[in-house]
Every structure is written in structure tokens, then in C-alpha cells.
T-cell receptor
Framework: QQPVQSPQAVILREGEDAVINCSSS?????VHWYRQKHGEAPVFLMI?????EQKGHEKISASFNEKKQQSSLYLTASQLSYSGTYFC????????FGKGTRLSVIA | DGGITQSPKYLFRKEGQNVTLSCEQN?????MYWYRQDPGQGLRLIYY???????QKGDIAEGYSVSREKKESFPLTVTSAQKNPTAFYLC????????????FGPGTRLLVL
């Protein structure tokens, strides 16, 4: 079952904050977050595990709400380099990816 | 340096032609995957393999074939049966263990002449 991401796209000015959500209709045990820049491969940012939270990257953090079957990615004080498409991946082998959230940071 | 390599970076296919995309990893990962990505779209799973000599179809396997003769290698053949092959193809691998984090290669862009 493909997780649902929201919003589909967001535009920020440098220094603003953003939240990207990933929801599943199935029970979640872990959530992976990736960022893909235009024309490049997705890069792993962090993994959220059931019962725990891991911060993995720059000023980007995430939370995992098992009851709501949802994970949220928080981008704080956004930089131009944060621009790209963010994917969440759930499940086991293979991961099932959401359709992505396109984030654009402008000066 | 350990990593995943894909070649070529760009590939051109003529009508009726089969083409093979290479994916090699030296990370000692057990599982390997192939995804297709169309412009502005997400990642769609073509095939995956968890062990040598075994692989499973993903969501869009029609028109594609794979082999897994070595742990390090997982080539993808785009056959002439795939009528719309133009896309960005990504190979990934994941280590054994519980977390199953997938790491991606740089991708191959396939274009039809």
C-alpha cells in the first residue's frame, strides 16, 4: 500500500520552515526519508523506527506517530540547498515510496 | 570506495531493440532493486532480488527482464515489448538486517530514437 504524502508541492523563502507528512493505511514499523535533486538519484536522509526517533541530517528532523500511522519531516530555517523532491518509504523489502513532495526554496 | 555504479549514464534505444542497463555494487548488500522514474513522477518498482539466482516482479515488470548471477550485479534488460521505455532508471541495494535502508546508484537515462 503506497503511503500518501502531503503537500504535493511547497515553495519557501530562505529561512522559512516546512513540514512534509507521510501517512499510511497500514501499521508502520519504520519510515525512511529521501531527498532527490533534479536529475540525480534519491539520497537517504534518515530512518524513523517504531518506538524511537532519529535525527539524521542538517537542520532536518522527523517524527513518527505510530498511532496515527504517520511520519512528519521538519525542515527548519530552510536553505537553497534543501530544494528537491522528498520521498518517504515504508514497508520492508522492498520499500514502498510515496509520490513525493516537491520543495522549492527561493532567495 | 564502496558504492553502486550504473552504466551507461545515457542510453539510446532504436525501435525493436533490446538494451541492457548495468548495475554493480561493492557494498556486500544482499538485496538489489530496479526502479523506473518518469518526469515529475515517483519511483515505480520493476524487479527486485533478495538473493543470487532469485528475483521477483515489481509493479511494472512487463517488458523488462533481469538476472542475478552474482551478488554484486543486477542487470536490467529493456526489451522491445516495452513500448514506452523513455525514463530515468534507478538501481538500488540494501544491506542484510532489520532496517532495509535502500541506497541508490546514479541512474541511467534511457531515450528512444
Amino acid at each position: 500500500q503506497q503511503p500518501v504524502q502531503s503537500p504535493q508541492a511547497v515553495i519557501l523563502r530562505e529561512g522559512e520552515d516546512a513540514v512534509i507528512n507521510c501517512s499510511s493505511s497500514k501499521a508502520l514499523y519504520s519510515v525512511h526519508w529521501y531527498r532527490q535533486k533534479h536529475g540525480e538519484a534519491p539520497v537517504f536522509l534518515m530512518i524513523l523506527l517504531k518506538g524511537g526517533e532519529q535525527k539524521g541530517h542538517e537542520k532536518i528532523s522527523a517524527s513518527f506517530n505510530e498511532k496515527k500511522q504517520q511520519s512528519s519531516l521538519y525542515l527548519t530555517a530552510s536553505q537553497l540547498s534543501y530544494s528537491g523532491t522528498y520521498f518517504c518509504g515504508t514497508g520492508n523489502t522492498p520499500l514502498v515510496f510515496g509520490k513525493g513532495t516537491r520543495l522549492s526554496v527561493i532567495a | 570506495d564502496g558504492g553502486i555504479t550504473q552504466s551507461p549514464k545515457y542510453l539510446f534505444r532504436k525501435e525493436g531493440q533490446n538494451v541492457t542497463l548495468s548495475c554493480e555494487q561493492n557494498l556486500n548488500h544482499d538485496a538489489m532493486y530496479w526502479y523506473r522514474q518518469d518526469p515529475g513522477q515517483g519511483l515505480r518498482l520493476i524487479y527486485y532480488s533478495q538473493i543470487v539466482n532469485d528475483f521477483q516482479k515489481g509493479d511494472i515488470a512487463e517488458g523488462y527482464s533481469v538476472s542475478r548471477e552474482k551478488k554484486e550485479s543486477f542487470p536490467l534488460t529493456v526489451t522491445s515489448a516495452q513500448k514506452n521505455p523513455t525514463a530515468f532508471y534507478l538501481c538500488a541495494s540494501s544491506p542484510p538486517g532489520g532496517r532495509k535502508t535502500q541506497y541508490f546508484g546514479p541512474g541511467t537515462r534511457l531515450l528512444v530514437l
